[in-house]
């Protein structure tokens, strides 16, 4: 049996690769009048949608209303101004009271200060006393605050003096206060 | 190489008849692609900055909406009484008398008596002195009073309106000098500006504005109380 028999003829076979083509163009033709169909529905519906006039107009409404009350508007700016520069000034105040305090209380029985200072975040203290252990209690103290970086930092001695007609040790001490 | 072409209405009525299947089609889709190009690209565009316009307007409208409600819900005279109160604590320009009342009433409730004090308000033509980045009116204070006695004048005065800072202390057993800095801020600008966002009486901090409200209630003077102000003042300048 002959195998090399072909009943198509190759012009019937090349109207059934045209007939494929066309109808393969005609599903994409009607894709894409389907597709510029819909996106030309969805922009009309959005674009009907966005009323940028109509929200204008509330505006104006809304901001005729607050003309009415300006008075009112601006004092509550000025309200809030106001509060918030306080806090930041209650925030950043140095509270000095707490800290000589502090340093009060450290001060041994039988010694007192002669003189204290603070001047841009520097301060100065003048100790006496009759004993040299509580002039040594004291700057234990004070280091040990230096240390925990609590009421003073970078404690320096400035001097240690005696005033033999008084009979009395003087420490004259410095030191930062931490920001 | 000039090679001649002649169509005439035959070939044409030819070319048609052998390719007329896909005429339709093909000018179907040349059609759908000029009118995507052409209409529909540049719509999409104009849509999508009108949405974003819209976005903005409709914030700006929620603002104004916002701050109308804000300022109907606000009782007037509660607003007046708060920025009083406010502008005690932070004057908005240089309060000589609210200084010198708190001085004495902090000298009064410490129990320190006062000796001379001086303002420094400097040259007018230039700018004030600054601490922490505001404004402020320094003056340099004299006090009969040690350390403890210059403690409690320190904790008196910072419960009392205007605000201060201490600039700088020096004290010895017996008097202590002190230079204050009293805080003064201007008012800002405020413009016609309605889509500025307002914030409710109630959200502004409430729990400062009692503390503050209680300092300024402490402070208020009564007849006989002013025994620091006797001390003799001295103005290094013209004020």
């Given at each position: 049996?002959?195998?090399?028999?072909?009943?198509?003829?190759p012009?019937?076979?090349?109207?059934?690769?045209?007939q494929?083509?066309?109808?393969?163009l005609?599903?994409?033709?009607?894709?894409?009048?389907?597709?510029?169909?819909?996106?030309?529905?969805?922009?009309?519906?959005?674009?009907?949608?966005?009323?940028?006039?109509?929200i204008?107009?509330?505006?104006?409404?809304?901001?005729?209303?607050?003309?009415?009350?300006?008075?009112?508007?601006a004092?509550?700016?000025?309200?809030?101004?106001?509060?918030?520069?306080?806090?930041?000034i209650?925030?950043?105040?140095?509270?000095?009271?707490?800290?000589?305090?502090?340093?009060?209380?450290?001060?041994?029985?039988?010694?007192?200060?002669?003189?204290?200072?603070?001047?841009?975040?520097?301060?100065?203290l003048?100790?006496?006393?009759?004993?040299?252990?509580?002039?040594?209690?004291?700057?234990?103290?004070?280091?040990?605050?230096?240390?925990?970086?609590?009421?003073?930092?970078?404690?320096?001695?400035?001097?240690?003096?005696?005033d033999?007609?008084?009979?009395?040790?003087?420490?004259?001490?410095?030191?930062?206060?931490?920001? | 190489?000039?090679?001649?072409?002649?169509?005439?209405?035959?070939?044409i009525?030819?070319?048609?008849?052998?390719?007329?299947?896909?005429?339709?089609?093909?000018?179907?889709?040349?059609?759908?692609?000029?009118?995507?190009?052409?209409?529909i690209?540049?719509?999409?565009?104009?849509?999508?900055?009108?949405s974003q316009?819209?976005?903005?307007?409709?914030?700006?409208?929620?603002?104004?909406?916002?701050?109308?409600?804000?300022?109907?819900t606000?009782?007037?005279?509660?607003?007046?009484s708060?920025?009083?109160?406010?502008?005690?604590?932070?004057?908005?320009?240089?309060?000589?008398?609210?200084?010198?009342?708190?001085?004495?009433?902090?000298?009064?409730?410490?129990?320190?008596?006062?000796?001379?004090?001086?303002?420094?308000?400097?040259?007018?033509?230039?700018?004030?002195?600054?601490?922490?980045?505001?404004?402020?009116?320094?003056?340099?204070?004299?006090?009969?009073?040690?350390?403890?006695?210059?403690?409690?004048?320190?904790?008196?005065?910072?419960?009392?309106?205007?605000?201060?800072?201490?600039?700088?202390?020096?004290?010895?057993?017996?008097?202590?000098?002190?230079?204050?800095?009293?805080?003064?801020?201007?008012?800002?600008?405020?413009?016609?500006?309605?889509?500025?966002?307002?914030?409710?009486?109630?959200?502004?901090?409430?729990?400062?504005?009692?503390?503050?409200?209680?300092?300024?209630?402490?402070?208020?003077?009564?007849?006989?109380?002013?025994?620091?102000?006797?001390?003799?003042?001295?103005?290094?300048?013209?004020f």
């Open positions: 049996m002959s195998n090399s028999i072909n009943l198509i003829t012009q019937k076979e090349g109207l059934e690769r045209r494929r083509t066309v109808k393969i005609r599903i994409i033709s009607i894709s894409f009048l389907l597709a510029t169909f819909l996106l030309s529905l969805i922009l009309f519906i959005i674009s009907s949608r966005l009323s940028i006039s109509d204008k107009k509330q505006e104006n409404s809304a901001s005729d209303s607050l003309g009415l009350v300006h008075n009112k508007f004092k509550l700016i000025l309200v809030k101004d106001r509060m918030d520069n306080i806090q930041i209650i925030k950043q105040r140095k509270n000095y009271q707490n800290l000589i305090n502090s340093i009060l209380k450290v001060v041994p029985q039988d010694s007192s200060i002669n003189s204290l200072g603070i001047e841009k975040d520097k301060i100065t003048i100790v006496s006393s009759p004993s040299l252990l509580s002039i040594n209690k004291f700057l234990d103290d004070i280091v040990t605050f230096s240390k925990n970086k609590k009421v003073i930092n970078n404690v320096i001695i400035n001097s240690l003096t005696v033999q007609g008084l009979g009395r040790y003087i420490l004259s001490v410095g030191g930062d206060i931490p920001q | 190489m000039n090679k001649k072409v002649n169509i005439d209405l035959n070939t009525t030819t070319l048609y008849q052998r390719y007329k299947d896909y005429a339709l089609p093909v000018g179907v889709i040349f059609v759908c692609f000029i009118i995507f190009v052409v209409l690209l540049p719509q999409v565009q104009s849509l999508l900055s009108a316009e819209e976005k903005l307007e409709l914030s700006k409208l929620s603002v104004l909406k916002n701050n109308l409600n804000i300022i109907t606000t009782n007037d005279s509660f607003l007046d708060e920025l009083n109160v406010l502008s005690q604590a932070l004057p908005p320009n240089k309060d000589f008398t609210g200084i010198l009342d708190a001085i004495s009433l902090s000298a009064n409730k410490s129990g320190v008596s006062l000796g001379q004090f001086e303002f420094t308000v400097g040259d007018l033509s230039k700018v004030s002195p600054q601490v922490r980045g505001f404004t402020t009116l320094e003056i340099i204070l004299s006090i009969n009073g040690g350390i403890t006695g210059l403690t409690s004048f320190l904790d008196q005065l910072s419960k009392t309106l205007p605000l201060s800072d201490v600039v700088s202390i020096q004290t010895t057993d017996k008097f202590s000098t002190i230079t204050l800095a009293f805080y003064y801020k201007s008012f800002p600008p405020v413009g016609s500006g309605d889509t500025f966002p307002l914030v409710g009486l109630q959200n502004i901090n409430p729990s400062l504005f009692k503390q503050i409200a209680s300092w300024q209630s402490q402070g208020a003077l009564t007849p006989g109380t002013n025994s620091g102000a006797s001390s003799s003042a001295s103005k290094s300048s013209s």
